[in-house]
């Protein structure tokens, strides 16, 4: 999939649904956080600087890995 840079918005990756799985699949229950709705209009850089400060690096770095091959 083509991140655009990581300049891709959540709501982009949440409306396609292979990314949509890939993150319900790792983050499950936070999905239906209600800052998830919040979040559809930022960047997918700025959503993993922020997710930095709650998820480990490794976590976020296959994330990323596991987006960019769909």
């Known amino acids: 999939m083509d991140l655009k840079q990581n300049k891709i918005?959540?709501?982009?990756?949440?409306?396609?649904p292979r990314?949509?799985?890939v993150f319900q699949r790792r983050f499950g229950r936070l999905m239906r956080h209600?800052?998830?709705?919040?979040?559809?209009?930022?960047?997918l850089a700025q959503l993993t600087e922020m997710a930095a400060?709650?998820?480990?690096?490794?976590t976020?770095?296959?994330t990323l890995r596991?987006?960019?091959n769909l």
């Open 34 to 43: 209600p800052m998830v709705a919040a979040a559809h209009s930022l960047t």
């Open 60 to 62: 976020i770095q296959e």
């Open 66 to 68: 596991e987006l960019q």
């Open 19 to 21: 990314s949509r799985a």
């Open 9 to 16: 918005t959540v709501g982009e990756l949440l409306s396609d």
């Open 53 to 58: 400060v709650y998820l480990p690096q490794k």
